[in-house]
């Protein structure tokens, strides 16, 4: 009587492995691809007006601060620290937002007398952070984060104006 062949281990075969080892990275790498960053971060004509909008708003806050300043001097000297954020954030959104332009008007108003100065600075920053977190939902990417960022930080300028 012949030798019986040897008996292959139970599953598949050398050849059947590579294969669908093959097909299953191809699945993967193709799978877990995305689009460069260039397409995920191109800026519609619509978020675009959108952000520059927001610079105004941001405007109108850093204008606000100085009109509080000017009629309250005490005020002024407390939340020059506060003023001084609204001013750094009006820098980033004019840097993510190129080619936007202040508005030659604030549309703030001139602020009342001390002591109402300090609630009408506040409605004024609540207003503005309302802006910037309703304006992030129709962004994407970094300036979404930026707004967002900016949104709570405006929140807790409320909060120290309160």
Not at 40 to 51: C, F, I
């Amino acid at each position: 009587m012949p030798p019986l062949p040897t008996p292959r281990p139970p599953g598949f075969s050398r050849r059947t492995l590579l294969a669908a080892s093959a097909a299953g990275l191809a699945v993967l790498a193709t799978g877990c691809s995305s689009p460069p960053a260039d397409e995920r971060e191109q800026v519609t004509s619509a978020q675009a007006d959108g952000l520059a909008a927001q610079v105004a708003v941001q405007q109108t806050l850093v204008d606000a601060f100085t009109a509080a300043g000017t009629a309250d001097p005490a005020l002024a000297a407390e939340v020059s620290v506060l003023a001084d954020q609204a001013a750094d954030q009006l820098r980033r959104l004019r840097a993510a937002a190129p080619g936007s332009t202040a508005s030659a008007a604030s549309s703030a108003g001139a602020p009342p007398a001390a002591p109402e100065t300090r609630t009408w600075l506040r409605d004024q920053v609540a207003a503005a952070a309302t802006s910037h977190a309703a304006a992030c939902l129709d962004q994407s990417g970094a300036r979404a984060a930026l707004l967002g960022s900016i949104a709570a930080g405006l929140r807790g300028q409320e909060a120290r104006l309160a």
